[in-house]
């Protein structure tokens, strides 16, 4: 029972909505420009880059807690937001145990990658595994890119441009432009969750040597990156309204006065984490709304648009 709610714990499914949104704008997408929806074949890359991101959990939970890092999160730091899933430090998964779930998953996500190339479409292999890699290194030495500063950008490629383009491909058999287009404020968003959150972590990951973005600007002047990110992805549904001449992706605006609201609340309350916590929320909010908006623009572009647009 301990290792059954330690592996929940760890794969926290609540989460998965940051691998959901790509997947379900990859089908939207998908469907616009085909008119059918293979579920078979989504169902099958939706477990697979589910198992993934497990892996890649249990990977950075080992390594956050062999660092150090998530043991130096102080108990006023400590929120939904920080310090990883805390199974290890919880003692609800040994180091061991942590590392049995991170092969298992990930080969397991293998599995089905090999699934899809053979019996779907081959180039699959290239996008899945980039997956992999990034699943196994954002952590784990040599490269160790949440450590050296590149993380955010993993994380922004990976969960825009990656998965959405593998389950377009999956679903269309084809790549173009506009996937990647399309894939881009969910990249933007998803590296803002992941940039507001280093904020409770700063003074553990400072201590365990993590040298995210946060940790080498400084939590004030990660603001105006904050901001930015925001800025970027409200210019690229206002850009992808104009692309298909199809407002309905400008519903996504409705998150704006929220976004707005968890700038002024990083910019005056960047270091006291109590009240911090309500902008790591609207973060993660924010990214749902703009999520279902880019689900339903690409439902209703053949509205507006010639079917060959595509």
């Given amino acids: ?37 293979e579920f078979f074949w989504f169902l099958i890359s ?17 390594m956050d807690y062999l ?3 998530d043991r130096f999160v102080s108990p006023d730091k400590r929120t939904p937001f920080s310090g990883g899933k805390k199974t290890i430090v919880d003692n609800k998964l040994t180091v061991l145990e ?6 298992l998953t990930i080969a397991g996500g293998c599995v089905i990658g ?24 954002y952590s784990l030495p040599p490269f160790k890119f949440a450590y050296r500063g590149l993380g955010e950008l993993v994380v922004g490629l990976t969960f825009g ?10 679903l269309t058999g084809t790549l173009d432009i506009f996937a990647i287009a399309v894939s881009l404020p969910i990249g933007f968003l998803i590296a803002n969750v992941l940039w507001i959150n280093q904020y409770p972590d700063y003074e553990a990951d400072l201590q365990g040597n993590k040298r995210n973005w946060v940790v080498r600007m400084g939590k004030k002047k990660g603001v105006i990156v904050y901001a930015a990110l925001y800025i970027l992805a409200y210019l690229m549904l206002l850009l992808l309204s104009i692309i298909f001449r199809n407002p309905f992706w400008l519903v996504g605006y409705v ?38 908006a880019i689900v339903l623009g690409a439902l209703t572009n053949k509205l507006f648009i010639p079917f060959n647009l595509y």
């Fill in 46 to 62: 939706l477990i697979g880059i589910y198992l993934l991101e497990i892996g890649k959990n249990a990977v950075n939970e080992v």
């Fill in 114 to 137: 090999i699934y899809l190339m053979i019996f779907r479409e081959p180039l699959i292999f290239f996008i899945g595994i980039l997956g992999v890699f990034f699943s196994i290194f």
């Fill in 67 to 69: 660092t150090g890092v």
């Fill in 1 to 37: 029972m301990r290792r059954w709610k330690g592996f929940w714990q760890l794969a926290d499914p609540k989460i998965w909505i940051a691998s959901t949104v790509p997947m379900a704008a990859a089908g939207a997408l998908a469907y616009s420009r085909t008119g059918k929806f």
């Fill in 161 to 170: 441009p990656l998965i959405l383009s593998g389950m377009y491909l999956i």
């Fill in 255 to 292: 998150g704006l006065p929220l976004a707005v609201k968890s700038i002024k609340i990083a910019h005056r309350f960047y270091n006291n984490i109590s009240v911090l916590v309500e902008a790591n929320a609207k973060t993660v909010i924010v990214y749902q709304i703009t999520g279902a």
């Fill in 98 to 103: 942590t590392v049995i779930i991170a092969i």
